[in-house]
């Protein structure tokens, strides 16, 4: 198999039509430079959404809590996962709102020293997981007869990533923190270190097999690597495949048939999050030594998903700790650019620095793979010239200098920004605070109005009354007295209130005084 497409060694220098050794290290530099691309814009974007524009408290509770809901949602099940998804955005929101509580100096004390301690026993942990790994390296490496002893070291690993997350969980518990999200990061860092340290310690052992074949100890170092790399992968996905699929799978039974009150276990975000980033950092760093290896993790990514979702949804409990996914997402896009960097570092030194092996791959009789490159150039006259001042080491470290301070820089405008944002929100804030001032004063002014002309009118009524009296007197002062004034009264054009339909009309029209239209009067029709 060592001979196959899978690893380094099979390809071979000789070509006549098609360049490997060109082909297989141009391949593998645009890979590198456009996985290099994505990441930037990834996390660019991710720290843009939550640390620059990001609004974290404006308005967060007001709206979750009046138009959070979606009401399109008709299923109980979905129902239930959106109320899920409520409750967690405003528990990760209040648990980082932890009153202080004042403390004694000897408490201060005696926290500091147990915090020391546990962080020095985490440290000796990890250093001891890295020197057992070069011991098992250095006592196995000659003697492989057996299938225990090829994959003592890729086990080892993996019993690693396994066990001592839960290990650190159990130590930050001791550390007594107040802020739970403090914990958690506390732990998550204790699992990415530990996990960066085991990814160096492998890697420089595989590197040092470089002088080993010097002295005959193997015959190909590039596909040794890229074997130990696929038992990494391998044993890795066998490892998390067992974890899920049969201990969760018995505790999800035995809950459900045999102890009704056994608590399911808990989906971990940190720690399966990590285990997806070293598997990544596995395909980065072993795709130059085994090129198959890619489609192997691809594989491997594809059933790991849907080993956990079908885990989550039938034996697990969804997870306690509260995570504001873009926070989340920036730190995981962070982490998985430190182990690109360490990986791409690594592949950048083989490709320019290192011997390749005199027996095996395309690169094969060569000082070094980039050797190829400047080969194919050298007859370019200003074009090699270029080549050689750009891949000299004084002008890499003066693009880091550059990239450092043009970092510092657009860090510097980023808080700058920041402030402003800060000052605008708070503007709007008072703004909106200006406006419900004025409207509760436009309201009070209209209602002080409408008591005050209230008041008026009910002044105004009795003087109302008296002229409307006095107007009736007067009108039947000039009504005759007897039969013959009253037909000349009529024929005059005054009716009175028995002159049929419409007197009344005719009465307003002839005799607007005994109609007074003043502010409050009724007008009343007599038929």
């Known amino acids: 198999m060592t001979n196959s497409t899978m690893f380094y060694g099979s390809y071979t220098n000789v070509f006549k039509k098609y360049n490997i050794p060109m082909a297989y290290l141009l391949v593998y530099s645009v890979c590198y430079i456009l996985i290099l691309i994505v990441l930037i814009q990834s996390i660019s974007k991710a720290y843009r959404r939550y640390f620059v524009t990001g609004d974290k408290t404006h308005g967060f509770y007001s709206s ?3 138009t959070g809901w979606d009401f399109m949602v008709t299923s109980e099940e979905t129902a239930k996962l959106k109320h899920r998804s ?27 020293s147990l915090r020391l301690v546990t962080n020095l026993f985490v440290l000796g942990i990890i250093a001891g997981a890295c020197y057992l790994i070069i011991y098992m390296y250095g ?11 090829q994959l003592a070291v890729p086990l080892l690993v993996a019993g690693y990533n396994l066990i001592l997350p839960y290990l650190f969980t159990g130590i930050t518990r001791l550390e007594k ?36 074949c010097g002295r005959d100890a193997c015959e190909c170092w590039e596909t040794f690597a890229g074997q130990e790399i696929y038992k990494l992968v391998i044993i890795d996905f066998i490892v998390q495949f067992l974890a899920t699929a049969i201990v969760e799978l018995i505790v999800g039974i035995g809950r459900r048939f045999v102890c009704k009150t056994l608590k399911p276990p808990e989906f971990n975000i940190a720690r399966n999050t990590m285990d997806l980033i070293q598997s990544q950092a596995y395909t980065w760093i072993g795709m130059y030594f085994s090129p198959l290896l890619m489609v192997l993790c691809i594989v491997k990514i594809f059933l790991t998903f849907y080993v956990k979702k079908i885990s989550v949804i039938y034996n697990c409990k969804p997870s306690s700790q509260a995570w504001r996914a873009a926070f989340a997402k920036t730190i995981f896009l962070i982490v998985l650019f430190v182990f690109f960097a360490i990986c791409g570092f690594t592949v950048g030194y083989i490709m320019v620095q290192l011997e390749p092996s005199e027996t095996c791959g395309p690169f094969r009789g060569k000082p070094s793979p980039f050797d190829i490159l400047i080969s194919r150039v050298e007859g370019l006259g200003w074009f090699s010239i270029v080549l050689e001042i750009l891949t000299s080491p004084g002008f890499i470290l003066a693009i880091i200098v550059l990239l450092i301070l043009g970092i510092y820089y657009f860090r510097t405008i980023t808080k700058g920004r920041r402030k402003i ?20 004063r436009l309201r009070d002014v209209v209602e002080q109005a409408a ?19 006095q107007s009736s007197h007067d009108d039947r002062q000039d009504r005759p007295t007897s039969a013959p004034q009253e037909r000349q009264y009529q024929q005059r054009g005054h009716r009175g209130p028995s002159s049929g339909s419409g007197g009344g009309m005719e009465a307003h029209a002839s005799y607007p005084s005994a109609f007074p239209l003043s502010p409050g009067a009724d007008i009343v029709f007599h038929q």
């Open 421 to 440: 944002i800060k000052r605008l929100k708070q503007q709007i804030t008072l703004e909106g605070q200006d406006k419900r001032f004025l409207l509760k």
């Open 451 to 469: 008591v005050a002309g209230d008041a008026q009118g009910s002044r105004g009524q009795p003087s109302h009354n008296a002229k409307q009296a």
């Open 177 to 212: 923190y107040k802020n739970p999200k403090t914990a958690l990061y506390f732990t998550l860092a204790r699992v990415f270190v530990m996990k960066v340290v085991v990814l160096i310690t492998l890697i420089v052992f595989w590197l040092r097999q470089v002088d080993d």
């Open 139 to 149: 006592t196995l490496i000659k003697d492989q007869s057996t299938v225990i002893q």
């Open 64 to 66: 979750k809590a009046f």
């Open 86 to 112: 409520i409750y967690l955005e405003l528990a990760e929101s209040l648990s980082s709102k932890v009153r202080v509580v004042e403390r004694s100096f000897a408490h201060d004390c005696g926290l500091f």
